[in-house]
């Protein structure tokens, strides 16, 4: 496919009414799936494993089931193509996944201990399988029902609110956990199933909410093609291997250091569980008041400029954490969360806004999942990079007229440095409605709700100028 191919989506064929009201319900589906997610992944579900007797290997074995569950989203992709009945397949698919949760609630009882971590474990591989395909027919599903002029918009509010609801599903959750282990002096299986029961009560009506929203007819090829010719027909495409390649290469540069940022605050700095939460709910924040903002300005300047100054604030993020210790942790540490929360939440929108500008409306399942896929590699390779450097680095320093680097500094040095390096390739993605980076520098600098950014944006307009000057 050519690279200079038209990036478009088709638009929906609801009348307004239906489509505003079915936009309303996709709202409602994001807040009771992300309490879902948010109850069933993450601390709580480590939590669970470990009071099973979870070693580390098991931990790490169970993070890397849903990174794999999604390059299953490949093959899925070709049914959903064949099917084409993507709201059936998705209310199919995820009713299968939440459903399965059930056997996480009674776990402790169906099994002996001896067998408790491989059904767990079989349990989340059967839900990473089923919400493969559910991932693929939702996401072409919403790519066609969401108009082209208002997905900045839209994703931006849809995002705010799964924030929210996942920060005060966080909260909630961790103090019924403390409250648990105060009257009963543990933490039990019986109260981690309490949680894995509310998720899936909010799981259920996320279902409820996906069934109240009508079908959109899938396009579909002018030319039927083979199954292997469907499945690479988006390596074929010039625009969109470019933009899987820069966005592999940067959640490389970006997870090689990643992951050990809360090892270095607890191990190295010995700070409480209380701060590097303090730390976490920041970000968190600081992404909920610039979410909507940031679509707003994707739908005036295009997914390319604000994808491009994101990540170019995220890619500092590393260098604040070298030389910090226990007399400054607070300075080097309050700004990349601070910065990186802010601006986090507009590069993710705006990547995502991007893959579905560039997946065609007649081929949208098999250009998500490859994606999808490829970029689940990329997670997970620069983790396992980046644990490989740490184990090789943990005695070394480095020391110069100015700095002193040891152990995990130097694997945050080398994820900026790549950060960066991977960076001049957001520039080249190509975008369906693009003004020029300095234009949205521009406005930045005039625009009080980001005060914060607007010495960034100044010292930005003024590199270009002086390069203008000396090239």
Not at 195 to 211: D, E, R
Not at 388 to 415: N, R, T
Request: aromatic share 12%; proline share 6%.
């Amino acid at each position: 496919m050519a690279q200079g191919r038209r990036m478009e989506s088709s638009p929906s064929s609801l009348p307004r009414r239906q489509l505003e009201e079915a936009l309303r319900w996709a709202v409602w589906d994001a807040a009771f799936a992300t309490a879902m997610n948010t109850l069933v992944m993450g601390v709580f579900l480590t939590g669970f494993a470990l009071a099973l007797g979870a070693d580390a290997r098991f931990i790490g074995l169970m993070a890397a089931i849903p990174p794999l569950g999604n390059l299953l989203q490949v093959p899925a992709s070709w049914i959903v193509q064949r099917v084409g009945q993507r709201r059936a397949l998705s209310l199919w698919a995820f009713g299968v996944a939440r459903s399965l949760r059930v056997l996480m609630v009674a776990l402790p009882w169906l099994f002996p201990p001896s067998w408790r971590l491989t059904a767990l474990l079989l349990v989340l591989s059967g839900v990473a399988l089923t919400a493969s395909l559910g991932m693929v027919a939702w996401a072409s599903w919403m790519r066609d029902l969401v108009p082209l002029e208002r997905r900045g918009r839209f994703f931006a509010y849809r995002n705010r609110v799964a924030g929210v609801v996942s920060l005060v599903t966080n909260l909630l959750g961790a103090s019924f956990l403390d409250l648990w282990r105060k009257v009963f002096g543990e933490e039990n299986l019986m109260s981690f199933s309490f949680l894995f029961a509310l998720a899936v009560l909010t799981g259920w009506a996320s279902l409820w909410c996906l069934a109240r929203m009508p079908e959109v007819p899938m396009p579909q090829p002018e030319v039927p093609l083979r199954w292997w010719e469907m499945l690479l027909r988006p390596l074929r495409d010039r625009a969109f291997r470019r933009f899987v390649l820069v966005i592999s290469g940067w959640t490389v540069a970006l997870n090689l250091a990643a992951p050990f940022f809360s090892v270095y605050m607890l191990r190295e700095l010995s700070l409480s569980y209380s701060v590097v939460n303090g730390f976490v709910i920041l970000s968190q924040v600081m992404g909920l008041l610039h979410i909507s903002l940031w679509g707003r300005l994707i739908d005036t300047f295009g997914n390319q400029p604000v994808l491009l100054f994101c990540r170019f604030i995220i890619a500092m993020n590393p260098f604040w954490w070298l030389g910090t210790n226990r007399g400054n942790y607070l300075w080097h540490i309050f700004w990349p969360h601070f910065l990186g929360g802010m601006t986090g939440g507009g590069a993710e929108l705006a990547t995502w806004n991007l893959l579905l500008a560039l997946s065609p409306a007649d081929a949208s399942p098999v250009y998500l999942s490859s994606f999808s896929a490829i970029t689940s590699l990329a997670s997970t390779l620069g983790p396992a990079l980046g644990g490989w450097l740490a184990a090789q680095v943990q005695d070394v320093a480095w020391q110069g007229p100015f700095w002193h680097l040891k152990g995990l500094e130097i694997v945050f040095l080398l994820s900026g440095l790549l950060r960066f390096l991977s960076l001049p390739g957001f520039g080249t993605l190509p975008d369906v409605r693009q003004e020029s980076v300095w234009s949205l520098l521009r406005y930045l600098q005039r625009a009080r709700t980001l005060s914060p950014l607007r010495p960034i944006a100044w010292l930005g307009v003024g590199l270009g100028r002086l390069l203008r000057l000396t090239g």
